[in-house]
């Protein structure tokens, strides 16, 4: 085959016929568009092969021939056009005769005139196709018997030549679609007529979408047919041509199989590593791989070690066999034991420090010792600073021995109350020795959980949790994986994140090794710190809530301030004027909201309960708090 342009190649071709492959003859670059203008290809080099598998009609544009005006109609145009034997139009019937004489033409022939005609019989319409059959008298007047209509609804009307038009020729047919035009080689390039647009000749110029496929193209290229490129149709010859397909990992777990699937490796994403991992060196350029499959089940678990200045985080597969203990849970301030409260399920805590209470910053709130028990009940709020009211923990303090609570009544017991923000040391008072699977303790304990790993997986004899003191878990993480090994070392399998390491390969030949029994999956991988982070900012984990800020302290550094801008007045009267904002103010009683046993009750919570346990006062000494004032009255006596 001759070359052709792409557009000529593209107008002729039978869809029927693809795929066709050619070879570009004379290539193409715009420059300033690197490879795609608004999605489409735009660069082709001399001797680079397409295998076309895809034509679409985009557009077609119609020109008028008279004034070179252009209009674009879309794919699904409903209008009907009709051939021109020309471009000339005639002014009367007889100029028309005469010219299709002096062609050696024979009658009958078909016309139209673009004006409306007038007859005793009927009017016909402008643009309506007419057949002129004779000449002939009528009347005595020299006329044209023209035949209006087809089939059974034909009229015979009786034109002089005299009549004035202009008409123009038409071609012997009935009109036809869009479609048909384009589809008709014949009709390729023929000046047309069409009743519903405003020019009365016109020419169409068909624009398609070419798709098809490239070497190392990972999608279908789009190439437009108005391309300034020649082709070459060369797929009689083209039989030993094969077109590598570049293929993610992404897109081979998208479409689902066939699996197994041998693939090598084309490229590999750049950026830092996500796994500590030793088959991660190995995933390079040119290295085979065997994809059998979407791991299951489908979610991992993201942990955390206890215990170690520096800690190690670890992605957990669901299908982890080891066996976990739970572990008590460590809670640094109130805030924390609010959101590990679940309803149904009470939480006991014990005190780790001792903590004085405040009665200016934290009215209601009472001294705590290292060992105290305490039941946290649920939220609730009390008249802060400022007359303000502020978030609080409700919380009932328990006897010292377990068991011994139970046997007391409940107006008995002391209630307390801890304000969010106050950063304590809680440690979880558990006696659950249970030996729990993965799936068993997710099921029945909520996330985050403190765990021990008693029992290493069977199938993992490296797996690394069994030798850390505790882990958190973390995060449950719904994310697909595929299941891959070397070819190589079929016996080394692993899991990979195509969101997060998306390689890019292509299809392999061969038979892929199928190792024999289950696919021996690492089920545990430590990732990098840098990942770790990457995945807590993830959406998963952005409905965390931080914790409250605590309120500003308006203590003795605020008094000092106001004490040292009063120039001129002593220290003591100083001291009189600020004595009464130091004072405490008197206690309202407000009614709390308690939460416990999944219930919601109301209760008036008391400020400070006697005779259980003997705690200190919450006092102001004036004296003693201002001491250093007396202090600097007396420094500069001693100089």
């Known amino acids: ?40 290809e735009c ?48 002014g009367t019937l007889e100029e028309l005769v005469s010219a299709t004489t002096q062609s ?41 018997r023209c035949v209006l209509g087809t089939g059974a609804q034909q009229v015979i009307l009786h034109l002089p030549l005299s009549q004035k038009g202009p008409f123009w020729e038409l071609e012997p047919g009935p ?55 020649d082709v070459e149709d060369i797929t009689a010859f083209s039989q030993h041509i094969h077109f590598i397909q570049p293929l993610l990992l992404s897109e081979a777990l998208a479409r689902g199989g066939p699996f197994p699937l041998p693939t090598e490796i084309l490229e590999v994403p750049e950026g830092p590593p996500i796994f500590l991992s030793p088959w991660l060196s190995s995933l390079r350029k040119g290295q085979r791989l065997c994809i059998y499959g979407v791991a299951s089940p489908p979610w991992r678990f993201l942990a955390s070690t206890k215990g170690r200045k520096v800690p190690r985080h670890f992605m957990i597969s669901g299908a982890y066999q080891g066996k ?102 809680f440690v979880e008072e558990l006696g659950d020795g249970r030996r729990y699977s993965l799936q068993d303790l997710i099921a029945q304990f909520p996330l985050p959980c403190e765990v021990k790993v008693v029992a290493k ?13 505790g882990l958190r878990l973390e995060e449950k993480i719904m994310e697909p994986f595929l299941v891959v090994s070397l070819d190589s070392n079929p016996e080394m399998c692993f899991e990979v994140p195509p969101r997060w390491l998306d390689l890019t390969v292509v299809e392999a030949e ?31 984990f952005e409905g965390q809530a931080p914790p409250p800020r605590p309120p500003k302290s308006k203590g003795l550094s605020g008094q000092k301030k106001q004490v040292s801008k009063a120039k001129g007045v002593k220290s003591s009267e100083a001291f009189e004027l ?4 130091l004072m405490p103010k008197p206690k309202r009683k407000t009614l709390r909201k308690v939460i416990k046993d999944s219930c919601n009750l109301y209760s008036q919570i008391p400020g400070h309960k006697k005779g259980l346990r003997p705690t200190k006062p919450i006092t102001r000494d004036t004296n003693d708090e201002h001491d250093y004032e007396e202090i600097l009255e007396q420094f500069p006596k001693t100089l």
């Open 1 to 40: 085959m001759e070359p052709v342009s792409l557009q000529d190649f593209v107008c002729a071709l039978d869809p029927a016929s693809l795929p066709r492959v050619l070879r570009v003859c004379s290539g193409v670059y715009f420059q300033g568009s690197i490879y795609e203008i608004s999605g489409n």
């Open 175 to 229: 009109p036809r679609t869009l479609l048909q035009v384009l589809q008709d080689p014949a009709l390729k390039d023929t000046i047309l007529t069409c009743p519903v647009l405003p020019w009365h000749s016109l020419t169409l110029m068909p624009q398609y979408e070419v798709e098809a496929i490239m070497h190392l193209r990972r999608t279908i290229v789009k190439i437009p047919s108005t391309l300034e490129v």
């Open 510 to 540: 061969g038979q892929p090794s199928q190792p024999a029994g289950p696919l021996p999956v690492v089920p545990v991988e430590e990732l990098t710190e840098a990942f770790y982070y990457h995945l807590r900012k993830s959406p998963a």
């Open 324 to 425: 976990l203990r739970r572990r008590p849970r460590e809670f640094p301030t109130a805030y924390d034991l609010l959101g590990a409260l679940q309803p149904g399920q009470p939480l006991r805590v014990v005190a780790t420090k001792d903590c004085e209470g405040d009665g200016l910053e934290n009215p209601g709130f009472m001294s705590l010792a290292m060992g105290d028990r305490l039941e946290v009940l649920g939220s609730g709020q009390a008249l802060g600073v400022q007359e303000r009211d502020m978030n609080v923990l409700v919380c009932q303090r328990l006897s010292d021995q377990p068991g011994e609570e139970e046997y007391e009544e409940a107006e008995d017991q002391e209630q307390i109350l801890l304000p969010l923000h106050f950063s304590g040391g």
């Open 457 to 469: 997986d069977a199938s993992h004899p490296d797996d690394p949790l069994p030798s850390f003191l």
């Open 104 to 144: 050696s033409k024979q009658l009958p022939i078909c016309f139209m005139s673009t004006h409306r005609i007038t007859t005793k019989a009927r009017v016909v319409p402008q643009e309506q196709p007419l057949k002129l059959e004779a000449v002939e008298m009528h009347l005595g007047t020299c006329c044209a």
């Open 43 to 90: 660069c082709l080099s001399t001797g680079d092969l397409i295998k076309v598998t895809h034509v679409r009609l985009q557009k077609v544009v119609c020109e008028n021939l008279g004034t070179g005006q252009t209009m674009e109609l879309a794919p699904n145009f409903q209008g009907n056009f009709s051939p021109l034997t020309g471009p000339q139009s005639y």
């Open 578 to 581: 600020q004595e009464p904002s």
